[in-house]
């Protein structure tokens, strides 16, 4: 059944795709379901912005058929006969309306009206009390700046660019909602985008000088689609309430070819940005020998400063994930078919129920579906535990779906298996090791050197193992050569004292290269001068200038007695020593809270543990190499165009770690602008201005 609607104004209206109007004598005949789907849709509910509920064109040619209903008792025709009128609230409507339409209109205006039938149609009809209703109240103009700005929060959090929004039909599912909807072009857009990020950058600043500890610094590099390579600086430090903060202080465009010059160079102009030049104490780099160059150039321009002491290291996940590369390399091939098995099970619901059935049946362990296919260490493992605790089940199910799978070629021999069951049993240590390394919650440098060391062990006792095959102690070399080349730059006495102070690890579990008489010597030596007298000269001298009896500067003889008395703490009851001869905590402790409960018994060394405790063993987070959750990163990152990437990456960086959303100098509330945009409806238009205020 067809219909129309009449009302005030007179214009029949349709909604496309192509966000424009059609006279319904222009329309194309319709389906009977079409036209039954279009007379339910009432202009206000799908907010074209009406300001009555009945703007239509003027009526289609009335029917010859005659309408018979049991709604049209509840309307009066109009004396010139083109209109009916709802009896109740006077509500005109074309003669050629659908009865559907006057139900509805009933039903929504006047609920229970099939109760007061019998009073509206009596033959001698009594004046109806019936309350006129208000008249419908023009729909509140709604502050789209609003929505711009929540549009804008999502940008941030979903890592998109601002040209997100001029994507076509996203604006005209705005629209559909309501035609007042105004997007900002993508130019404002970009410029909200920078002005915050230049507010933003400022509070970021601001909170850095408050720290009081040393900043290390992490790197990282890509390269986006655009062939545009980037450098991230990331500041560590840990606060005086034993809290490790972890803030992106800038992706910074390094030009091609990316060379060493530029990355000191761009490394500098960030530090003086932050004014954090002078309280830098590590760098750790991702590897490369651009990078390790870069560092050691600034290495040697913060030693001349004579600011500190400062150490660059290389990245334990990166040196580990290539270690790993080098034990996978013999099986990829057999790697390869498996993974082609799940991915056609990870596609298909019958061959992963299939699966689950016969891995039961068999006793085979539970799996959890789909499974992680991806060609990171964690999915390449994945495909090696499949056929080592479930190759029976795979066998079955290769076989039972041959017409899908055979093609495919991912039936293994009795040699693959075998292969495949030697190479999971030499690499279950390295599994294990990463996990521990993804999952630890302040991954310290001695927590690392405690598992390098282990994996260390691990390749030599499969080289030297007899039971070995000759193709896997060959691949053993090549890992010890990797791990060789780890060790001899990450082995110096910054690391060593930042892994003595682990309290889990001390001088017991770090590497016996690296545990040292001369080591612990330096390490004591530095804690007396830089952290005994510079933070607490009356306590740790045992004397001050007040105590000279005239009052004056202290005596060279003093001088002589000081550093005698130093030396005399230094051998018998300084904290260093006390703090090393206690047992050592537990691995699974957390050693922040541990700091932060033994701070008041070692108030010098603590001030020395949270600087080098800050200091990071790897230049990402490892579950970004060894996880599949890389992917999803290296996507985002690699499709980021230019001109967005510094402020939206910095941005999202900066809420996540706690900083306010902020425009120039106003703060925003995305949260308040949410329970604004739910009460405009009752309060009216609230400004954008007035809502930050």
Known sequence: MTGTVSGKTGNLMEWNVNNAFKSIKDMEPKTMMDMAIISNIDPIDIGLSSSEKANVAPAAKPRKKSMTSLYLKFFETAPDGKSRRCKFCKQSYSIATATGNLGRHLNHRHPGYDKMGDAVTSPSPQPISVKKPQSQAKPPSL??????????????????????????????????????????????????????????REDVRASLEQVTSKVSITLDFWTSYEQVSYMSVTGQWIDENWSLHKVLLDICHIPYPCGDTDIYHTL?????????????????????????????????????QKTGPFCYIPCAARTLNLIIEDGLRTAKPVISKIREFVLEMN???????????????YQEGSWKLPLDASTRWSGNYIMLDIVHKAGKSMDTVIRKHEDILESRNVLLNPAEKNAVNIMHAYLEPFYKTTNNICTSKVLTIGLVLFFMDHISEMIAACRDS????????????DMAKKARSYN??????????????????????????????????EARSHFMSNYSTGHFPAIANGYSAQDSEDGGSVSFAEEIARKRRRVSMSTATDELTQYLSEPLAPIPTDVLEWWKVSSTRYPRLSVMARDFLAVQATSVAPNELFCEKGDEIDKQRFCMPHGSTQALMCIRSWTQSGIKLKYESTEIDCEKLMELASATSDNGTIGFDKKLK
């Not at 660019?161 to 857009?189: D, G, I, M, Y």
């Not at 004014?275 to 001349?304: F, P, V, W, Y």
């Open 488 to 521: 001899s730059q990450v082995y110096n006495i910054f690391t060593y004292m930042a892994a003595i102070l682990d309290p889990r690890i001390k001088g017991e579990l770090i590497p016996e290269s690296l545990n040292s008489e001369n080591n612990l010597e």
């Open 347 to 361: 596609a298909s619901s019958e061959i992963s129920e299939d699966f689950k059935k016969i891995t039961t049946a």
């Open 143 to 200: 502050d789209f700046d609003h929505l711009n700005w929540l549009l804008i929060k999502w940008l941030i959090l979903s890592s998109l660019p601002p040209c997100t929004l001029e994507e076509e039909w996203l604006a005209n599912s705005f629209k559909f909602l309501n035609s007042s909807v105004r997007l900002w072009p993508s130019e404002k857009f970009q410029t909200v985008f920078l002005k915050m990020f230049r507010s933003m």
């Open 466 to 477: 007899r039971h070995s095959p000759d193709w896997l102690k060959s691949t053993a070399d």
């Open 268 to 304: 500098v102009k960030v530090f003086k940005m932050y004014n954090i030049d002078n309280r830098i104490l590590s760098c750790t780099h991702d590897n490369s020998q651009n990078a390790m160059h870069a560092c050691h150039t600034l290495k040697e321009d913060l030693d001349g």
